[in-house]
């Protein structure tokens, strides 16, 4: 697995040409205007207090990427985005085109561009993380010293990049405070300015605290995400921390390739978590589909992540449109992955989500809640991927059916159940109790597997003695 470490380090290296920025026209209604969601120190909430379950894709915003070409997501791509159940997209915008660097401006049209990405979105029901882009970064550490020397200065109050890069938040905030699609901020995405062993120690308490200040400047509702260093905290896990802020309205958020000792580590980013005095979010999370692997091993690593995730986490976010090591490839197609990540999902929830498991081999998927007549329920059903010969629910004692052609066939409690075709969600309407809920295929077995596998070879990554290793200051 060394070697899997190295050549993980090793892809981002690569560089990519600039593609043209998003110009699409775009309708004047629709979901443009998503209500407010923020962190109440334990959950994603709307203020009316129904719970939002995060589940999403990340998306490196025309940027370095690890190919030639970049994706550049139009409509039809957030329209296939909302169909396998995504809500939240995380854009990672490219740091020498945004101006994030004192000697280079923001590029005519970039942050323009960034508007109608997030417009894109909205319209489509799915939030915006906009974070910071990190792996660019480390191009930095390789190829560009000056950057390097701006990386670290930006840490060290009284220089002018310290300034700077303040000042770029701070710009980067106010142009969205009020843009309720927006969920929030990952403003120091894997940072590698410093050595792990100093970085968290020294540097990234007081960051975090300045830039939440700015941030708090110029609203209070959008959700901070609060990262450790670094990015797979590799090979010591002990040098990783969280620290507490004055600020409920935010979320540890963490990083994780899901590829070996999957519990140690969730344990640690728990503990990490713990530290900061928030639950547990991920970030940025992925299996490698690794081209010397069996398919079936990649998958049941995937599993075993999914079902990591569903229980210690209030959300995450997967490793998505990025060609080589994401779930959909260059050429847009899905990769094999998709088959089993895409399933059932409570993306909201009137009152509080308390258990979910969902059994691969069997399709069933278990869910437990409190409501408390917040809201409407919406669990989503992917029923012509998941379940194409149909489905049967049992809430408590009610009961609905649900045929290949999604449509209802029997029921029982009409009024509390209710399926939308269209929007492939199930709603449970305001009620105060608890519901344990269980959703069964028609038909036996797991769903359907595709064969389709990223596409790439020895060839798309450089030699490792051609890569010229950072000195560290």
Not at 232 to 249: A, E, F, I, K, T
Not at 330 to 354: A, F, N, S
Not at 361 to 380: P, V, Y
């Amino acid at each position: 697995m060394i070697y899997v470490w190295i050549s993980l380090h090793l892809l981002l290296v690569l560089g990519c040409s600039k593609t043209d920025m998003i110009s699409e026209d775009l309708p004047p209604t629709g979901h443009d205007e998503l209500e407010w969601i923020h962190f109440d120190s334990h959950h994603f909430r709307y203020s009316d207090g129904r719970q939002f379950i995060v589940r999403g894709l990340d998306y490196k915003y025309n940027t370095v990427g690890y190919t030639d070409t970049e994706f550049d997501l139009v409509q039809d791509d957030f329209k296939r985005m909302a169909t396998w159940g995504v809500n939240v997209l995380r854009v990672r915008l490219s740091d020498t085109r945004s101006g994030w660097y004192p000697h280079q401006s923001a590029e005519p049209g970039y942050l323009d561009g960034l508007d109608n990405l997030v417009r894109m979105a909205n319209l489509h029901g799915i939030y915006v993380i906009i974070a910071t882009n990190g792996a660019e970064q480390m191009l930095a550490l390789y190829e560009r010293p000056n950057d390097l020397l701006y990386e670290q200065a930006k840490f060290l109050p009284g220089t002018e990049a310290h300034e700077h890069w303040l000042n770029y938040m701070s710009m980067i905030f106010d142009r969205y405070k009020d843009v309720p699609g927006v969920l929030g901020f990952d403003a120091i995405n894997e940072d590698f300015s410093f050595p792990p062993e100093v970085h968290d120690k020294l540097f990234m308490k007081e960051a975090h605290e300045l830039l939440l200040a700015r941030l708090r400047a110029v609203d209070s509702r959008h959700i901070y995400f609060q990262q450790p260093a670094g990015w797979d905290y590799s090979p010591d896990l002990s040098v990783s921390m969280g620290h507490p802020l004055p600020d409920q309205n935010r979320v540890f958020g963490t990083k994780w390739f899901a590829m070996q000792n999957q519990e140690l580590r969730m344990q640690e980013m728990l503990d990490w978590a713990e530290e900061a005095n928030t639950p547990l979010f991920i970030c940025e999370t992925w299996v490698w589909d690794l081209i010397n692997r069996r398919p079936r091993m990649i998958r049941n690593i995937q599993r075993e992540t999914l079902n990591l995730l569903d229980k210690h986490t209030v959300g995450w976010i997967s490793l998505g449109y990025l060609p080589l090591v994401g779930l959909i490839r260059e050429d847009r197609k899905m990769i094999h992955l998709m088959d089993e990540w895409i399933r059932p999902y409570p993306q909201v929830v009137g009152g509080t989500l308390q258990s979910l498991n969902y059994e691969f081999d069997k399709r069933q998927f278990n869910l437990s809640m409190q409501l408390d007549e917040s809201g409407d329920t919406e669990i989503f059903i992917p029923a012509g991927h998941t379940y194409p010969e149909g489905f049967q629910v049992e809430a408590n004692k009610l009961t609905m059916m649900v045929d290949q052609n999604g449509q209802v066939v029997s029921q029982t409690g009409a009024g509390i159940l209710s399926w939308n075709k269209d929007a492939q969600k199930l709603i449970i309407s305001p009620v105060n109790r608890q519901v344990d809920l269980i959703i069964e295929a028609m038909d036996p077995g797991p769903v359907p597997q595709s064969h389709t596998r990223l596409d790439y070879s020895d060839d798309d990554f450089p030699p490792q003695d051609e890569v010229v290793r950072p000195v560290f200051t």
